[in-house]
């Protein structure tokens, strides 16, 4: 995707359109299910992180997930996703 075209949202936008926790956010970012450089309060998202944080939302509440389990089942879906291509 090209950066350009992508969005940029703040963290404070971020947290208000994901209905988020700042420290869940965070907690997120020291799981490496999202990567940022530098200080979340800081830092721009892009869409594909927003999507991400989504994802790990939904995972999150239908599995009453950890953050740390949310990681693994995120971490195992990209897996499987790049095997799918694969095939």
């Not at 075209?5 to 947290?15: G, P, R």
């Not at 700042?22 to 200080?39: A, R």
Request: include cysteine; charged fraction near 30%; charge should be negative.
């Amino acid at each position: 995707m090209d950066k350009d075209k992508d969005i940029q949202l703040s963290f404070n936008e971020l947290l208000r359109i994901c209905d988020s926790e700042p420290q869940w956010v965070v907690s997120l970012i020291e799981e490496e299910i999202i990567t940022i450089s530098g200080d979340p309060q800081q830092a721009t998202f892009s869409g594909y992180q927003l999507s991400r944080i989504r994802r790990a939302q939904r995972i999150s509440r239908d599995f009453e997930a950890s953050v740390p389990a949310t990681g693994l089942i995120l971490h195992l879906l990209d897996e499987l996703e790049k095997l799918r291509k694969l095939t």
